[in-house]
Every structure is written in structure tokens, then in C-alpha cells.
């Protein structure tokens, strides 16, 4: 299967779980990982009183993949930042850029970008100067 039709399913599975988990047009996040077998993990980010503790989508289906043993392909965030409006595809932050780095610096991660299009790059693209290349 091709990246874009990856990264449609991959898109609808979180729209489709937000609203599953938040409401039908209410604010949230959702991350979407692909693993090797073609399989799809999701999570959400948690919601804490102290923003410091916050955790991002993506850490929920990173452990998943480790507890599974199964090496991630492909990396999908999806958010609302304020009820109503327009789902974005959010880049991973630096530190899920790291941890998804475990799996090799060819894991495809989904990017914001102006048109909200669902553009994949691998980690290689996104850090050429990456640390431990």
C-alpha cells in the first residue's frame, strides 16, 4: 500500500476515534501509528491539571508498539485545538521525533503543512543532522 493511501486510513481512523473520544466536534488529539504487521495503534494525549505532566498523543501508541514488540512505519497526529474547529495533522514534537527514533530514522511521521495534506517524511528528512546518525 502506497503512503497516501496509508496516510488516508490513517487520517479517517483519527478523525474518526476523536470523535469516538471527545464528541463530535469537540477539542482533542490523536495519534495514529502504523506498525510493520499493517496494523494501526491509537492513542490520545492525556489531560492533566498540571500542563507540565501533559503526555502527547503519540506516547500511548509508541508503548503499545514496544509492549507488542512490532516496529513502527508511520506516524499520524491529528488535532482541535477549540470545539468547532478544523482537524490539523500536527508534526511530532522533538521528543516523539526521539522516541519513534527507536524504529530507525526511515519511520514515516506525518507534517503540518498550509493546505493540511497529509505529507509524510521520514525522520531522516525531518532531522538530517540527527545525533546519532
Known sequence: ????????????????????????????????LRIKTGEFLVSVW??????SAYLCAEVGAICEAHKLNQRVTHSLC????????????LSPC??????????????KCAITNEKNDIIFKTLKELQPYYWNN
Open 94 to 107: 522533538g521528543i516523539c521525533q526521539e522516541r519513534l527514533f527507536f524504529w530507525g530514522n526511515d519511520v
Open 46 to 51: 492525556d489531560e492533566e491539571v498540571n500542563e
Open 1 to 32: 500500500m502506497d503512503d497516501y493511501k496509508i496516510g488516508i486510513e490513517m487520517y479517517k481512523k483519527a478523525v474518526d476515534f476523536m470523535n469516538f473520544r471527545y464528541g463530535e466536534g469537540k477539542a482533542g488529539g490523536v495519534a495514529v
Open 78 to 89: 491529528v488535532c482541535r485545538q477549540n470545539d468547532g474547529e478544523k482537524h490539523k495533522i
